[in-house]
């Protein structure tokens, strides 16, 4: 059974009541992690459905499903449609996602995505390889620290904060959580403190893991495999990611490039079924904290 501490599911029943989930359809829940919404997803398939399960973490497979219906990928879900051409699938009637960062992973003290305990700086969520936060912070120029500060933290001291990296690390290398938050911390504001600390983790965590381009790679996968009335449901947790999704659900690319037929009508592969974004109640903010800024977005294929 799924440990309760691994992750408990943002916005469970509407992500996949978003799915619209046929007996004998064949899904993807791309974001696995604790197996949460597959579950949900297996509870609502009849005998001939089939889901497929993507985690890059090797964590993850500790929650592995029994059950014949189920496939899991060892794999990052942006090679979703290299995987689906491996297990000779062409098309697949729903895709979900759930891009939050998972309990687990903040809670791990050995993973280094949170500033609540001394860790090394890894941020990776596949441990087996690519390059850790550490490199970044020790190989980065400043002006390139600087852009990943501003573009993915979002954060106004971006500039002062890569200067003091990079005179910290002349000193000694940064190595912990606790080195870079000895080097960025006074330039944090008291009274926004954790805010302004979680931006930095959050853009770091981000660029260690090439978040941007591999969501890209996904939605435009999970779209060209979606079967005409196919559903994409999408959870984001910030305004970057939220962004890309709303773009593709809208326009059927991630930069929100409207193109138009020649009567001026809107070319999109996709149509949004939820007009107004769906946010988790006040119940499951009270269950799941992190769930707080959550966000539900749904469409479905033209």
């Known amino acids: 059974m799924m440990s309760e501490a691994y992750h408990i599911p943002a916005l469970l029943q509407g992500s996949v009541d978003g799915l619209n989930v046929k007996p004998d359809g064949i899904y993807v829940d791309v974001t696995f992690g604790g197996g949460g919404h597959s579950r949900e997803i297996l509870r609502r398939l009849g005998p001939k459905g089939r889901l497929f399960g993507f985690d890059q973490d090797a964590d993850a497979e500790k929650n592995i499903i029994s059950d014949d219906r189920f496939t899991f990928v060892r794999s990052n879900f942006r090679y979703i449609k290299n995987w689906m051409r491996y297990y000779e699938v062409d098309e697949v009637d729903g895709v979900l996602a759930d891009l939050g960062v998972s309990s687990h992973h903040f809670d791990d003290e050995t993973r280094g995505f949170s500033f609540r305990f001394e860790a090394?700086?890894?941020?990776?969520?596949?441990?087996?390889?690519?390059?850790?936060?550490?490199?970044?912070?020790?190989?980065?120029?400043?002006?390139?620290?600087?852009?990943?500060?501003y573009l993915y933290g979002e954060l106004k001291q971006a500039r002062r904060m890569a200067m003091a990296i990079v005179k910290a690390r002349q000193q000694l290398p940064l190595r912990t959580t606790q080195d870079l938050m000895g080097a960025v911390g006074n330039l944090v504001a008291k009274e926004r403190e954790k805010k302004e600390l979680a931006q930095v983790f959050q853009a770091l965590r981000i660029e260690v893991n090439r978040e941007?381009?591999?969501?890209?790679?996904?939605?435009?996968?999970?779209q060209e495999l979606l079967a005409k009335g196919g559903r994409l449901s999408v959870i984001t947790y910030h305004?970057?990611?939220?962004?890309?999704?709303?773009?593709?659900?809208?326009?059927?690319?991630?930069?929100?490039?409207?193109?138009?037929?020649?009567?001026?009508?809107?070319?999109?592969?996709?149509?949004?079924?939820?007009?107004?974004?769906?946010?988790?109640?006040?119940?499951?903010?009270?269950?799941?904290?992190?769930?707080?800024?959550?966000?539900?977005?749904?469409?479905?294929?033209?």
């Open 120 to 149: 090394p700086l890894d941020m990776r969520m596949n441990k087996r390889a690519g390059m850790t936060a550490a490199d970044v912070l020790n190989n980065y120029t400043e002006e390139q620290l600087a852009d990943v500060f």
């Open 212 to 222: 941007m381009e591999v969501l890209k790679e996904m939605l435009n996968g999970a």
């Open 239 to 302: 305004s970057l990611e939220d962004r890309m999704v709303k773009n593709m659900m809208r326009a059927g690319n991630v930069e929100g490039k409207v193109e138009q037929d020649f009567f001026g009508r809107v070319k999109a592969p996709l149509r949004v079924v939820n007009s107004k974004v769906i946010t988790p109640s006040d119940e499951e903010v009270e269950n799941n904290p992190r769930s707080r800024s959550a966000k539900l977005r749904i469409a479905e294929k033209l």
